[in-house]
């Protein structure tokens, strides 16, 4: 974790001024924007652990303005637990192998949910079923015990994002949408900054630059 000197105090102040700058540049659409955040890393070893981050970020509000859509994949109790704390869809063991080899079905639910939870003794069956749809799209189902409390789970990844690095020492990601409270976006954006830090060797002497930007937006530099 990084400490003292290194540790980053951006005042919400600036985050703000910076969204706010970031819509005016979006401009009006007839659509709801996202607002994604894009961290620059500098003096990183791409083939060390740091350079391979990759986390799921617990965020204190839904960065679609919405809660992520959720997919648990278990069997008997865990799988009625899970219907009964309203997951988005439940993949019983039976219905997992009946969708091997449909791969449009496949293809359709892959991009439909935000999370996958799997209980953890399926996790050789969906890897085999679903992995190659959700690995490249960074979509690989978070094992479960058969006794984990399924409703605390789905209320974490429903404000949870996916952060990783690419081949390059960027990191990009959802943090909210354009009409949510800006003082929520900026407890989101505050949120992912702080994991991405503690992550660092050197915490903030390796973040070498932090931009905003809606999806038809420029992207504004958040002065650090």
Same mark, same amino acid.
């Not at 009964?84 to 079905?105: F, S, Y």
């Given at each position: 974790?990084?400490?003292?000197?290194?540790? $980053?105090?951006?005042?919400?102040? #600036?985050?703000?001024?910076?969204?706010?700058?970031?819509?005016?540049?979006?401009?009006?659409?007839?659509?709801?924007?996202?607002?994604? @955040?894009?961290?620059?890393?500098? +003096? &990183? +070893? $791409?083939?060390?652990?740091?350079?391979?981050?990759?986390?799921?970020?617990?965020?204190?509000?839904?960065?679609?303005?919405?809660?992520?859509?959720?997919?648990?994949?278990? #069997?008997?109790?865990?799988?009625?637990?899970?219907?009964?704390?309203?997951? +988005? *869809?439940?993949?019983?063991?039976?219905?997992?192998?009946? *969708?091997?080899?449909?791969?449009?079905?496949?293809?359709?639910?892959?991009?439909?949910? +935000?999370?996958?939870?799997?209980?953890?003794? *399926?996790?050789?069956?969906?890897?085999? /079923? *679903?992995?190659?749809?959700?690995?490249?799209?960074?979509?690989?189902?978070?094992?479960?015990?058969?006794?984990?409390?399924?409703?605390? @789970?789905?209320?974490?990844?429903?404000?949870?994002?996916?952060?990783?690095?690419?081949?390059?020492?960027? &990191?990009?990601?959802?943090?909210?949408?354009?009409? $949510?409270?800006?003082?929520?976006? /900026?407890?989101?954006?505050?949120?992912? @900054?702080?994991?991405?830090?503690?992550?660092?060797?050197?915490?903030?002497?390796?973040?070498?630059?932090?931009?905003?930007?809606?999806?038809?937006?420029?992207?504004?530099?958040?002065?650090?």
């Amino acid at each position: 974790m990084a400490r003292g000197p290194n540790k $980053m105090s951006i005042e919400p102040k #600036t985050i703000i001024e910076a969204l706010k700058e970031a819509k005016e540049k979006a401009g009006k659409r007839n659509f709801t924007q996202s607002v994604e @955040l894009i961290v620059t890393l500098q +003096d &990183i +070893d $791409m083939k060390s652990p740091e350079g391979r981050l990759q986390e799921n970020v617990e965020l204190p509000h839904p960065p679609s303005g919405k809660p992520n859509k959720i997919c648990v994949i278990a #069997t008997g109790e865990l799988a009625l637990r899970a219907k009964r704390a309203n997951a +988005d *869809l439940v993949i019983d063991k039976g219905e997992l192998e009946a *969708l091997a080899g449909k791969k449009k079905e496949i293809r359709n639910i892959a991009n439909e949910y +935000d999370f996958f939870l799997a209980e953890a003794p *399926l996790m050789p069956l969906v890897g085999k /079923v *679903l992995g190659a749809a959700l690995g490249p799209r960074g979509k690989m189902p978070i094992p479960v015990p058969p006794n984990a409390d399924v409703e605390s @789970l789905l209320n974490k990844y429903r404000k949870t994002v996916a952060i990783k690095m690419r081949n390059q020492p960027v &990191i990009q990601c959802r943090v909210g949408t354009e009409n $949510m409270k800006e003082e929520e976006l /900026v407890e989101n954006i505050q949120a992912v @900054l702080k994991v991405i830090e503690g992550k660092m060797k050197r915490g903030i002497k390796n973040i070498k630059s932090i931009h905003i930007k809606t999806t038809m937006g420029a992207p504004v530099k958040i002065k650090l």
